[in-house]
């Protein structure tokens, strides 16, 4: 079974327009984290935001969100006023386990942001 | 300040050579990963070390052997290399949870090595 889902492969948003991306995760493990990364055409893995289980509110970074809905186990990443150089893949992953070492990080398939001018 | 280097950053060999990559990160960090992102763009995990020793071996080919020389190093060696080996390999640190219950995990620009 898949851990972490990303339903949308790829997307088109018009700059200046704000972008939710969806991942949803399974576990059973009460104690787990949650990532997103941004991966644009030059290839590099860019850490853009965490949330763990326990976090009573969203995280924010800047124009980077994350809608975390625990009962339906989804952390949708919301990018506010979307700028061309969004443009990239965007992985969620998961860790499961209190940030342990041996529990390795699980990364969904991704999805390819465009930005239209 | 580069936080997690990796060498070299491109790698282009052929089928039957051995070969490594470095990575070195300067954050601190007691664990460190190699993953592997196929040209499907997926990443799985490879190995993970915890001060210098084995968590995680995710039933990679023994061709691979990471060796860490100390907490901040996290080298892979490839012997034999084949055609499937192609892809972007990435190095990656992390610290676990802090006092605020947050983890970072930071990656190294990644290898592309290419088989032929």
């Known amino acids: 079974a898949q851990k972490i889902t990303q339903t949308q492969p790829g997307m088109f948003v018009q700059e200046k327009e704000a972008v939710t991306l969806d991942c949803t995760y399974d576990?059973?493990?009460?104690?787990?984290?949650l990532f997103w990364y941004k991966q644009p055409s030059s290839g590099e893995m860019i850490f853009l935001i965490y949330?763990?289980?326990?976090?009573?509110q969203n995280a924010t970074e800047g124009r980077y969100s994350l809608n975390f809905q625990k009962a339906r186990k989804s952390a949708n990443l919301v990018i506010s006023a979307s700028q061309l150089g969004d443009s990239a893949m965007y992985f969620c992953?998961?860790?499961?386990?209190?940030?342990?070492?041996?529990?390795?990080?699980?990364f969904g398939s991704g999805t390819r942001l465009s930005i239209r001018p | 300040d580069t936080a997690v280097s990796q060498t070299p950053k491109y790698l282009v060999t052929q089928m039957g050579n051995d070969k490594s990559i470095k990575c070195e990160q300067n954050?601190?960090?007691?664990?460190m990963y190699w993953y592997k992102q196929d040209s499907k763009k997926f990443l799985k995990i490879m190995f993970s070390?915890?001060?210098?020793?084995?968590?995680i071996n995710e039933t990679v080919p023994n061709r691979f052997s990471p060796k860490s020389p100390d907490k901040a190093h996290l080298n892979l060696h490839i012997n034999s290399l084949e055609l499937g080996d192609s892809a972007v390999y990435f190095c990656?640190?992390?610290?676990?949870?802090?006092?605020?219950?947050?983890?970072?995990?930071?990656f190294g620009p990644g290898t592309r090595l290419l088989v032929l």
């Open positions: 990656a640190s992390s610290q676990g949870w802090d006092e605020n219950l947050r983890e970072t995990q930071y």
């Open positions: 576990t059973s493990d009460p104690s787990y984290g």
């Open positions: 949330q763990g289980s326990y976090d009573q």
């Open positions: 992953a998961m860790r499961e386990g209190r940030g342990s070492s041996a529990s390795k990080i699980i």
């Open positions: 954050l601190g960090h007691d664990t």
């Open positions: 070390y915890n001060n210098k020793e084995l968590i």
